[in-house]
């Protein structure tokens, strides 16, 4: 983890020092990843959330003119996320791409007949991928990914979907430590104080759908080499559904599995 975070009586204080610190390392690893690649510039698909705000602002920070923002509703986007990402384009005085694909969506559904609602939902954000790897290879350019380290940690994203990038770049900061990069960044407030949601159906919010917070998941993941401490502050049965959801997540992580070689 980035070490950002430490805790007093179990309430987590972020260090700014550290935090500027850490900011400086992520611009030097876009910029060495941009150069090795011999790239221009960086794609970032942009929610309205607060993870693709950060990202989105790292990014500015390394390729100032060649960071280009993908919007890509998906039927409709709903009021509070137009607005956010309104706000966005204000602060930094540039216009995010638009690309509707709510009629690709709709075809490829027609096509496929499944009920699944995971799995229709999970079209989505695939569908978002394609179009973000066309752009990129348009403009000779990296696609950003806006998992962070909560995120990848129990495998809350979609396999070859927000999932598919070339870089992570946010991806060893916690929830918390996002918004605190973010808010020392400049992301709009409205952004800091919006409720966690991937999007993938109306009324969806993460934690919800998780059955536990962001609080608990950060402390647990700043403290995995400390059982006691986990065990005395999170709920036995937030701690079981986290165990289970990095269990079963794995695959995601690893990426596609090979075969041994033969002997």
Request: proline content about 3%; overall charge positive; glycine content about 6%.
């Amino acid at each position: 983890m980035s070490k950002i975070t430490s805790y007093k009586d179990n309430v987590p204080v972020y260090s700014k020092e550290k935090t500027l610190e850490y900011v400086e390392v992520l611009k030097k690893f876009l910029k060495n990843k941009l150069k090795k690649a011999n790239a221009t510039g960086f794609i970032v698909g942009i929610s309205g959330g607060i993870d693709s705000a950060l990202t989105y602002s790292l990014a500015k920070l390394v390729a100032p003119n060649t960071t280009i923002g993908v919007v890509m509703p998906i039927s409709s986007m709903s009021d509070s996320d137009l607005k956010h990402i309104s706000e966005l384009e204000k602060k930094f005085g540039q216009e995010f791409i638009k690309v509707d694909l709510s009629s690709v969506f709709d075809a490829q559904l027609k096509q496929l007949n499944i009920s699944n609602k995971l799995a229709i939902a999970n079209i989505k954000p695939r569908l978002r991928m394609t179009t973000l790897y066309a752009l990129a290879q348009e403009n000779n350019s990296l696609v950003l990914g806006t998992d962070n380290a909560d995120e990848v940690y129990i495998g809350y994203f979609t396999k070859y979907g927000d999932g598919g990038a070339d870089l992570l770049p946010i991806s060893k900061l916690t929830k918390g430590e996002v918004n605190y990069m973010a808010e020392l960044l400049g992301v709009p407030e409205s952004i800091l104080n919006k409720k966690p949601s991937a999007g993938l159906w109306e009324g969806q919010n993460d934690e919800d759908e998780l059955g536990f917070s962001y609080l608990e998941l950060d402390y647990y993941i700043n403290h995995l080499n400390d059982k006691d401490k986990i065990n005395s502050y999170i709920k036995d049965e937030s701690i079981e559904k986290i165990k289970h959801k990095h269990k079963i997540s794995k695959h995601k992580r690893d990426g596609a599995y090979k075969p041994n070689n033969v002997k």
